[in-house]
């Protein structure tokens, strides 16, 4: 596993404004003060994800999420239905996963396709009879073709190289196409009282919501301001508000907790579902920890 998986101790540059990042409230956090952006300095290996018995079982991960994960893809595709009403779109699902998503959407009626680099999500994902290719974005060999829409579902922020990204989307999306990113949010609620606990070496949940336990740990954590900070540099423009959606409900919890038991675990994990308990009404009111936003090309 990689809970403990050092930094390399060299200061990050901010993807926005390329200016050095200072570290702040752990040893491989970094924050740009201008952007309002944070990354995190942490070792990702997309395809021996999974791949060790002690490390988290992504399959198992994903399913206990799948129940609040339906209801969120579904403001997604209300709010696509919205923007761009025509039907039978065409739809790249970039880190389709175990196609949940890819499933959700077909449901309304798009043509789905989807995108996977770690074998053995691609391999559920295949087992489905669903349309995935197994490789990264922008893949090796052409697609020989553009979509209407290409969505990043909890992608992009696990992404080391935002900016190629953002060309592949320019390369792969219609001119009147559009850009879904579905990702963590900085000003949440639980983001911020993270930290807090992370400045008096309350670790545990600041390590968790960067997802150091696993090997494709959070790398990005935006706002829905630095995004489009982000996104204009590649002639994407927002043409949504910032959309929250919940990022988890009583229903569920604990078995999400759970996906990384054993004695201790269970220990830290009652203590984290009894502390979920009493915020919840908090995190109802409160801004979430996960936005969406829909972007499109600027025009001349």
Not at 27 to 53: M, N, Q, R
Not at 94 to 111: D, E, K, N, P
Not at 259 to 280: D, Q
Not at 281 to 293: G, N, R
Request: glycine letters at 8%; aromatic letters at 12%; one cysteine or more.
């Amino acid at each position: 596993m990689n809970v403990n998986a050092p930094a390399t101790g060299a200061r990050l540059s901010c993807p926005i404004c390329r200016r050095l990042m200072a570290f702040k409230t752990s040893t491989f956090t970094h924050f740009c003060k201008d952007c309002d952006y944070w990354g995190a300095d942490l070792p990702v290996d997309i395809e021996g994800a999974g791949s060790d018995e002690d490390e988290i079982s992504d399959e198992a991960y994903i399913a206990s999420l799948e129940g609040l994960r339906v209801k969120n893809f579904a403001l997604i595709l209300k709010q696509l239905q919205q923007t761009k009403p025509e039907s039978n779109l065409s739809i790249l699902d970039v880190g389709c996963a175990s196609g949940l998503f890819m499933r959700t959407a077909q449901q309304w009626g798009y043509t789905v396709t989807g995108i996977e680099p770690n074998q053995p999500l691609f391999a559920v994902t295949q087992r489905q009879g669903l349309n995935v290719m197994h490789d990264y974005f922008p893949p090796k060999q052409d697609l020989n073709k553009t979509f209407d829409v290409i969505i990043f579902n909890d992608v992009f922020e696990h992404i080391p190289d935002v900016h190629a990204i953002l060309e592949g989307c320019n390369q792969y999306l219609k001119d009147d196409g559009v850009l879904i990113l579905n990702l963590p949010n900085a000003h949440g609620l639980i983001f911020r009282f993270s930290r807090i606990l992370a400045t008096v070496n309350l670790l545990g949940p600041w390590n968790r919501l960067w997802q150091v336990m696993f090997r494709t740990p959070h790398l990005h954590y935006f706002t829905f301001e630095s995004l489009g900070k982000l996104a204009a540099q590649h002639q994407f423009i927002a043409v949504s508000g910032k959309l929250q959606i919940a990022t988890l409900e009583i229903k569920g919890l604990w078995s999400r907790l759970a996906v990384n038991g054993g004695a201790i675990g269970f220990f830290k994990n009652c203590i984290a579902y009894l502390g979920t308990l009493a915020l919840y009404p908090v995190i109802l009111l409160s801004e979430k920890d996960t936005f969406f936003a829909l972007y499109q090309r600027k025009t001349p």
